[in-house]
């Protein structure tokens, strides 16, 4: 019981953004790719776990190689023990439930990382940016497969 207050009161304390997850400190470091995330703003996607303890991202597709192989990224931490995911949305730069977002992939629109997936908060949003960015295709969260981080990482969609 302790340490639940504990964590609580360290979540109280920490800048917290949409989706009830702390900001990235200044110098957070994704644990994928090893950039400063603080950096990339407008990309920002994270994990907030039952504890309270969070990971950041520099984009969603950081965010899904590190789901897709927490342990690699992030010992002692399981996937199931995550209580959210959160993604930062293109148009209104707000961050959004990443089971909830939509997402294009193969646009002319370049992250930090390079090719990313691009979440929106809608489907009308996401057909919009599909034509005027020239995007190949539109995804769920589910629907992101678990070699797709890399072949974008290569430029294929």
Do not use: N
């Amino acid at each position: 019981m302790r340490g639940f207050l504990v964590a609580c009161l360290l979540a109280l304390a920490l800048p917290v953004g949409a989706l009830g997850s702390p900001e990235p400190k200044p110098r957070d470091l994704c644990p994928v790719c090893g950039m400063v995330v603080s950096k990339y703003p407008a990309w920002i996607a994270s994990v907030v776990y039952k504890d309270g303890h969070a990971h950041h991202f520099d984009g969603a597709k950081d965010l899904f190689k590190y789901l897709f192989d927490v342990q690699r990224y992030a010992r002692g931490h399981r996937r199931e023990d995550i209580a959210r995911i959160g993604v930062t949305e293109y148009y209104g730069l707000k961050r959004v439930d990443a089971r909830q977002a939509w997402y294009v992939i193969g646009s002319d629109v370049l992250g930090p990382m390079g090719h990313e997936l691009i979440p929106l908060a809608s489907r009308e949003d996401a057909e919009e940016f599909l034509r005027d960015h020239r995007g190949r295709r539109i995804l769920r969260f589910d629907e992101v497969t678990r070699d797709l981080p890399g072949r974008l990482d290569a430029g294929r969609f």
